[in-house]
């Protein structure tokens, strides 16, 4: 097997335990099974996770865009899937979130969700998650981002 093949199949099983992370984490926990079912993760590498959501219904506010809570959602599952992407079991428990809500997505919308682990410590995580709304055609648009910092 040749050095690129080795790396392939590592990243292979590295996406492989992240999605097995998400769809544990999906089982047990009732928030995220209502307000981010649908997620699907598309691509992992040691540190950085690319995730896809088409946005529903349930995920809006009174004004037909995505709710701030949805964006809120997102980027705290994404600083935990960053720093499970490290091949742990356990991404700890929140200290800090920052939301910045940019641009509105709507209904039927897909969003990627970037989700960077930027620094991951023993005892301290560091994380940056990018949701972008994807148009045709490329030029995406950014409608939320953050940091979140993790207790491990």
Known sequence: MSGSQSHQQ???ELLSHVQA???RQKETSPLYS???PDLTIVSATRGRVIAQMR????????KGTLHGTTSACLLDWGGG????SHGV????VTTDLHVSCLAPAKEGDLL???CI???VGRSVAYTTVMVRKVIEGGNDIIVSSGRHTKFL
Do not use: D, R, Y
């Open 10 to 12: 590592s990243e292979a």
């Open 117 to 119: 682990a930027e620094k």
């Open 112 to 114: 990627e969700i970037e």
């Open 89 to 92: 079991e356990k991404t700890g």
């Open 81 to 84: 899937i960053a720093i499970a």
């Open 34 to 36: 209502l307000l981010i």
């Open 55 to 62: 946005v529903a219904m349930q995920q809006l506010n009174s």
């Open 21 to 23: 992370f998400w769809a």
